[in-house]
């Protein structure tokens, strides 16, 4: 059973540039959560996904946008990059009804 | 809102010495709390849960941790330590629509 794959795991861009980053959850859950992760920092919730719709948003600028598919899967999609976007991008899963969520290992994003 | 705290930023221990990584947190109703851990480029990983029921919670690789309501702590506990436990550790409040919000994470460095 796979858990829960990112892609791609390093991504270099530049300033002004717009990324799209890809999630999918483990098998059977269908609530998939966005996190931001700056060097030495715990990670901050971005937003989450469920039944393709966004059912919370954190503290970012709608410069960040998501979206999520029939088989759940997920895209975080960056605008208008900035240096201030360069972290760990990590995407959870989770299933309505549990308690635990589970993490993939990760987009790592430069922004130069 | 719901927030957690990590009052050390490192801990150091010797190896086979108890290892404690402190967490307290702060929720307006019942606490839904985890510890996750993270090694250096990865995603988390899910250590341990409370949720309700015994104060003391038993998880993985011999972690365990213990749920004081008076305190309002939920710290993490392992009794004899490995080197392959230095990592940076999270400890997490969940709400009830599934959004976590960590601490800022506690390295531990555990020395042979």
């Known amino acids: 059973d796979a858990g829960v794959t990112q892609s791609p795991t390093h991504l270099i861009k530049t300033r002004g540039q717009q990324v799209t980053l890809r999630c999918s959850p483990k098998?059977?859950?269908?609530?998939v959560s966005w996190y931001q992760q700056a060097l030495g920092q715990g990670p901050q919730f971005i937003f989450q996904y469920y039944e393709e719709e966004e059912r919370q948003r954190g503290n970012f600028p709608d410069r960040f946008s998501g979206h999520q598919f029939p088989n759940y899967s997920s895209e975080l999609n960056v605008n208008a990059l900035w240096l201030g976007d360069s972290a760990l991008y990590l995407c959870?899963?989770?299933?309505?009804?549990?308690?635990?969520?589970?993490f993939g290992q990760g987009t790592r994003l430069t922004v130069v | 809102a719901q927030s957690v705290a990590q009052p050390e930023d490192q801990v150091n221990v010797a190896e086979g010495n108890p290892l404690t990584v402190k967490c307290t947190y702060s929720v307006s109703g019942n606490p839904y709390l985890f510890w996750y851990v993270q090694y250096p480029n990865r995603g988390l990983q899910f250590l341990l849960k409370?949720?309700?029921?015994?104060?003391l919670v038993k998880g993985s690789y011999g972690f365990e941790a213990e749920f004081n309501k008076s305190q309002t702590s939920f710290h993490l506990k392992k009794p004899s330590a490995l080197v392959s436990d230095s990592a940076l550790y999270f400890c997490a409040v969940r709400d009830d629509d599934y959004k976590l919000s960590f601490g800022a994470g506690t390295t531990v460095t555990v020395r042979a």
């Open positions: 098998s059977g859950h269908d609530t």
């Open positions: 409370y949720i309700t029921g015994d104060n």
């Open positions: 959870a899963s989770s299933l309505v009804g549990e308690t635990e969520a589970f």
